[in-house]
């Protein structure tokens, strides 16, 4: 495939797609946005803790071979005032596995959001936000080393699918015209209308991936979060849908919790996990009271939106939260916060977020050492107190570094 402006490194071997699993070379190559605002800084600070993990896990016999894609601000400038390019959606597909910094999404219309829009382009159905503490991070919790959690937040579908009628609009008094009058629906004059679709399809296969993951990684529970009790017929669904699905393709290694108590009197038998739910508003609370008892949350769109922000928030804050965006194979890891333009070029951010992002993705191509010895690195690192403003501000003693010195600590440490 030919690109105007994307490079693709010919050092390097794509990843492909065999038999339902992916084939990762020993010298991949990986897609890069750098992004907007504080992007490349980050960018730079965490591609060489990637670079140098690698080295340090495989001595040379495995290497990264980046190739930078665009989107965003630095995209517009390449192709003409276009923001999201087509050819790097094709790029993306092409390569699988990219990794992108936080985007600026333009002002006037043409986007709702342009990670909104690299979702439903790419079919990225599954937001994947592992939260897991690190000793000696600044959190609001008693015992936030009980929380190690990761969410799958279904993404294509409920109220951020952008299906909206602006009040007075001919379209919305269309609607509303049917509603009343065909539907027998009563509501207040002039409101904006919004439709939140839920399928069994769109929700089966979050629950599949999200079930699929707690086989793979030991966890022993996967809770869907839903409020069901309300919506009975989308949130509700969403609930009776996971559990068919578990009992249908998963039934050999998964309980529900009714069967939990009612045959293993509450101790879960070996090799089983645990199938249940929980009320949206309960597992906030519950986030708070007894993370420890929930391992893998899968959950509709607005629910995990919320859900995965407050859990951030109880380990360290945004700054230092990974996220993924996936489809069944081609996987996009991302920054989850914003692009914080005050602090752009300041070399000054926290690059954590971004750079366990790509922990996420050496696990996703099975390089684990890799992100176990980045791991280990910044636990080290948190513990000689050396930090960026945003955890020195809350820590007595700390050692203040700019976003390059933090990588310069880490890459020390591995």
Same mark, same amino acid.
Request: charged share 25%.
């Given at each position: 495939?030919?690109?105007?402006?994307?490079?693709?490194?010919?050092?390097?071997?794509?990843?492909?797609?065999?038999?339902?699993?992916?084939?990762?070379?020993?010298?991949?190559?990986?897609?890069?946005?750098?992004?907007?605002?504080?992007?490349?800084?980050?960018?730079?600070?965490?591609?060489?803790?990637?670079?140098?993990?690698?080295?340090?896990?495989?001595?040379?016999?495995?290497?990264?071979?980046?190739?930078?894609?665009?989107?965003?601000?630095?995209?517009?400038?390449?192709?003409?005032?276009?923001?999201?390019?087509?050819?790097?959606?094709?790029?993306?597909?092409?390569?699988?596995?990219?990794?992108?910094?936080?985007?600026?999404?333009?002002?006037?219309?043409?986007?709702?959001?342009?990670?909104?829009?690299?979702?439903?382009?790419?079919?990225?159905?599954?937001?994947?936000?592992?939260?897991?503490?690190?000793?000696?991070?600044?959190?609001?919790?008693?015992?936030?080393?009980?929380?190690?959690?990761?969410?799958?937040?279904?993404?294509?579908?409920?109220?951020?699918?952008?299906?909206?009628?602006?009040?007075?609009?001919?379209?919305?008094?269309?609607?509303?015209?049917?509603?009343?009058?065909?539907?027998?629906?009563?509501?207040?004059?002039?409101? !904006?209308?919004?439709?939140?679709?839920?399928?069994?399809?769109?929700?089966?296969?979050?629950?599949?991936?999200?079930?699929?993951?707690?086989?793979?990684?030991?966890?022993?529970?996967?809770?869907?979060?839903?409020?069901?009790?309300?919506?009975?017929?989308?949130?509700?669904?969403?609930?009776?849908? !996971?559990?068919?699905?578990?009992?249908?393709?998963?039934?050999?290694?998964?309980?529900?919790?009714?069967?939990?108590?009612?045959?293993?009197?509450?101790?879960?038998?070996?090799?089983?996990?645990?199938?249940?739910?929980?009320?949206?508003?309960?597992?906030?609370?519950?986030?708070?009271?007894?993370?420890?008892?929930?391992?893998?949350?899968?959950?509709?769109?607005?629910?995990?939106?919320?859900?995965?922000?407050?859990?951030?928030?109880?380990?360290?804050?945004?700054?230092?939260?990974?996220?993924?965006?996936?489809?069944?194979?081609?996987?996009?890891?991302?920054?989850?916060?914003?692009?914080?333009?005050?602090?752009?070029?300041?070399?000054?951010?926290?690059?954590?977020?971004?750079?366990?992002?790509?922990?996420?993705?050496?696990?996703?191509?099975?390089?684990?050492?890799?992100?176990?010895?980045?791991?280990?690195?910044?636990?080290?690192?948190?513990?000689?107190?050396?930090?960026?403003?945003?955890?020195?501000?809350?820590?007595?003693?700390?050692?203040?570094?700019?976003?390059?010195?933090?990588?310069?600590?880490?890459?020390?440490?591995?």
């Amino acid at each position: 495939m030919s690109y105007r402006h994307v490079k693709i490194p010919e050092s390097g071997q794509k990843i492909t797609v065999s038999d339902n699993r992916l084939n990762v070379p020993d010298n991949p190559i990986l897609g890069f946005v750098e992004g907007d605002g504080i992007g490349p800084d980050i960018t730079r600070a965490a591609m060489r803790v990637w670079n140098a993990a690698v080295e340090k896990a495989y001595g040379g016999n495995r290497k990264v071979h980046w190739a930078e894609l665009y989107l965003g601000e630095k995209a517009a400038g390449i192709y003409e005032g276009d923001y999201f390019p087509a050819e790097t959606l094709d790029a993306i597909r092409d390569l699988i596995v990219a990794i992108k910094g936080p985007l600026t999404t333009p002002i006037g219309g043409g986007f709702r959001s342009l990670n909104v829009s690299l979702r439903q382009e790419l079919d990225l159905y599954a937001c994947v936000r592992p939260v897991e503490y690190f000793d000696g991070v600044p959190s609001p919790m008693k015992r936030p080393e009980e929380v190690n959690a990761i969410i799958f937040r279904e993404n294509t579908e409920d109220v951020y699918c952008g299906i909206e009628y602006q009040s007075g609009t001919p379209e919305n008094q269309k609607l509303a015209k049917f509603l009343r009058e065909e539907m027998g629906v009563d509501f207040f004059q002039d409101a !904006g209308l919004g439709i939140k679709p839920i399928s069994p399809f769109g929700s089966k296969r979050l629950v599949r991936k999200a079930i699929q993951y707690a086989i793979d990684n030991g966890r022993k529970s996967v809770t869907l979060v839903h409020k069901g009790n309300i919506m009975k017929f989308t949130e509700g669904a969403f609930r009776n849908w !996971g559990y068919e699905l578990a009992r249908e393709e998963f039934g050999d290694v998964t309980i529900t919790e009714d069967e939990l108590w009612e045959k293993y009197d509450g101790k879960p038998p070996e090799g089983k996990i645990v199938i249940n739910d929980r009320i949206a508003d309960i597992m906030f609370q519950l986030m708070q009271l007894r993370p420890a008892e929930f391992e893998v949350l899968a959950t509709m769109n607005l629910n995990g939106d919320y859900l995965s922000d407050a859990m951030a928030a109880e380990v360290g804050g945004m700054g230092i939260a990974p996220g993924a965006n996936m489809a069944d194979h081609v996987a996009v890891f991302e920054a989850t916060h914003g692009t914080a333009p005050k602090y752009a070029n300041l070399d000054k951010v926290n690059p954590s977020s971004l750079m366990f992002s790509g922990s996420m993705m050496f696990d996703y191509i099975g390089w684990r050492e890799v992100s176990e010895l980045i791991s280990q690195a910044f636990a080290k690192t948190i513990a000689a107190g050396i930090v960026t403003y945003d955890f020195a501000r809350q820590m007595e003693g700390a050692t203040e570094v700019s976003t390059s010195g933090f990588a310069d600590a880490l890459i020390e440490r591995l």
